[in-house]
């Protein structure tokens, strides 16, 4: 690999640590434009949004009337799945089921908002507890693979458990907290690779894993975006991008709703996911996940670009958590500290080391974005 000139985009905090990340004239990264070429011109939380989302909305009653719910919401316990149950049972009426997929490293600040949104909702809540034998060989895996996405295996669980769910149980309408607001700048693929390419899961786990994955729920790419979309018919619904969605205002409602508490960073629900984002992947990798974020919160103006750099600056844990932390994780995961550091120590590799259908994967995503489907910034 060259080494290329540090560059930092001169609207957003995104920077070369993004190693394929270009930038125009004025200074700004792809991420940047994008947001105001294809995100902005085609987002319209508010009146618009509401307008036009109320005939799907009154599809979704219409088609769930006499079931005991009429859509499926999956809930971690973070502020995006909080709050998008609250808008849809409060907002709009919706009588959704609530789901939730415990892999086993949920925070016990996660487990009582998860609490506090199905009690103070009076909504209906399935979980899914993850084998722990399972999850636990697979992200050894992972961590063995030397990839920087260690959160693939629960990734993969979260998202593979709730989408077969849905098919499983007639499902036809998925809410998810997905959102422009906090997530326009999605981080590219040599930070968090596909975590439903299934020939790569498979690769690494075959190579580093010890035992059979007979429960572990798995949900290929390909199988969620045509079998589960077109022969199911199943249809996934970011609502929050049809009403005002901005975070400070979605803690407060929640706070004074609920007694909902907030996280200091985003996806702190999981305890494994704090760890991953704030001490393996920036000091193993240089990768701050914050960048993605804070960036997503500049564009869409609920944060300064001082107020971010200032942020970015520190280190999201001080020393002595993150050092419980990496015992904690270590433990947990059957490895002794010494032998952990040996692995964080080890050589960074890239998902490109291991089988992965990229080629494929990239082909679809140009087919969806040409289509309109999605209109983020693939890259
Ligand atoms: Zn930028």
Same mark, same amino acid.
């Given at each position: 690999?060259?080494?290329?000139?540090?560059?930092?985009?001169?609207?957003?905090?995104?920077?070369?640590?993004?190693?394929?990340?270009?930038?125009?004239?004025?200074?700004?990264?792809?991420?940047?434009?994008?947001?105001?070429?294809?995100?902005?011109?085609?987002?319209?939380?508010?009146?618009?949004?509401?307008?036009?989302?109320?005939?799907?909305? +009154? %599809?979704?009653?219409?088609?769930?009337?006499?079931?005991?719910?009429?859509?499926?919401?999956?809930?971690?316990?973070?502020?995006?799945?909080?709050?998008?149950?609250?808008?849809?049972?409060?907002?709009?009426?919706?009588?959704?089921?609530?789901?939730?997929?415990?892999?086993?490293?949920?925070?016990?600040?996660?487990?009582?908002?998860?609490?506090?949104?199905?009690?103070?909702?009076?909504?209906?809540?399935?979980?899914?507890?993850?084998?722990?034998?399972?999850?636990?060989?697979? &992200?050894?895996?992972?961590?063995?693979?030397?990839?920087?996405?260690?959160?693939?295996?629960?990734?993969?669980?979260?998202?593979?458990?709730?989408?077969?769910?849905?098919?499983?149980?007639?499902?036809?309408?998925?809410?998810?907290?997905?959102?422009?607001?906090?997530?326009?700048?999605? +981080?590219?693929?040599?930070?968090?690779?596909?975590?439903?390419?299934?020939?790569?899961?498979?690769?690494?786990?075959?190579?580093?894993?010890?035992?059979?994955?007979?429960?572990?729920?798995?949900?290929?790419?390909?199988?969620? %975006?045509?079998?589960?979309?077109?022969?199911?018919?199943?249809?996934?619904?970011?609502?929050?991008?049809?009403?005002?969605?901005?975070?400070?205002?979605?803690? &407060? +409602?929640?706070?004074?709703?609920?007694?909902?508490?907030?996280?200091? &960073? %985003?996806?702190? +629900?999981?305890?494994f996911t704090r760890f991953y984002e704030s001490y393996w992947t920036p000091k193993k990798f240089g990768y701050d996940k914050r960048r993605a974020y804070m960036s997503s919160e500049i564009l869409t103006g609920q944060m300064t670009r001082d107020e971010a750099l200032e942020r970015i600056s520190k280190p999201e844990l001080d020393e002595e958590t993150m050092a419980q932390e990496f015992e904690y994780v270590a433990t947990k995961l059957g490895w002794t500290v010494?032998?952990?550091?040996?692995?964080?120590?080890? %050589?960074?590799?890239?998902?490109?080391?291991?089988?992965?259908?990229?080629?494929?994967?990239?082909?679809?995503?140009?087919?969806?974005?040409?289509?309109?489907?999605?209109?983020?910034?693939?890259?």
């Open positions: 690999m060259s080494i290329r000139q540090y560059q930092i985009c001169s609207n957003c905090i995104m920077d070369t640590s993004d190693s394929t990340l270009t930038f125009d004239e004025r200074g700004w990264c792809d991420y940047c434009r994008n947001f105001h070429e294809n995100i902005l011109p085609n987002w319209h939380p508010g009146e618009q949004g509401i307008q036009e989302i109320m005939p799907m909305i +009154e %599809k979704i009653k219409r088609e769930g009337a006499g079931r005991p719910h009429d859509c499926l919401i999956g809930i971690s316990g973070g502020l995006d799945s909080s709050y998008v149950a609250y808008v849809a049972k409060e907002k709009f009426g919706l009588r959704p089921l609530m789901f939730h997929c415990d892999a086993g490293w949920n925070s016990d600040l996660g487990v009582s908002n998860i609490q506090k949104i199905i009690e103070g909702l009076n909504l209906d809540l399935v979980t899914e507890v993850i084998n722990w034998e399972e999850m636990k060989d697979l &992200q050894r895996a992972f961590f063995l693979s030397q990839v920087p996405f260690v959160d693939m295996p629960q990734d993969l669980a979260l998202f593979s458990a709730i989408y077969n769910f849905a098919a499983k149980n007639g499902f036809k309408y998925v809410i998810t907290g997905g959102n422009n607001s906090t997530e326009c700048v999605r +981080e590219c693929i040599e930070w968090t690779y596909f975590s439903t390419d299934m020939r790569h899961v498979h690769d690494i786990h075959r190579r580093f894993g010890t035992r059979s994955l007979d429960t572990f729920p798995t949900c290929d790419i390909f199988k969620y %975006k045509f079998y589960y979309r077109w022969i199911k018919g199943i249809r996934v619904i970011k609502l929050l991008d049809s009403v005002p969605y901005i975070k400070k205002q979605a803690i &407060q +409602e929640l706070n004074e709703k609920f007694g909902w508490q907030p996280y200091p &960073q %985003k996806h702190y +629900e999981s305890r010494d032998e952990f550091r040996e692995i964080f120590n080890g %050589k960074n590799k890239s998902f490109r080391d291991y089988k992965h259908k990229l080629f494929l994967i990239t082909l679809g995503a140009r087919i969806a974005n040409f289509l309109g489907i999605d209109n983020r910034i693939f890259r």
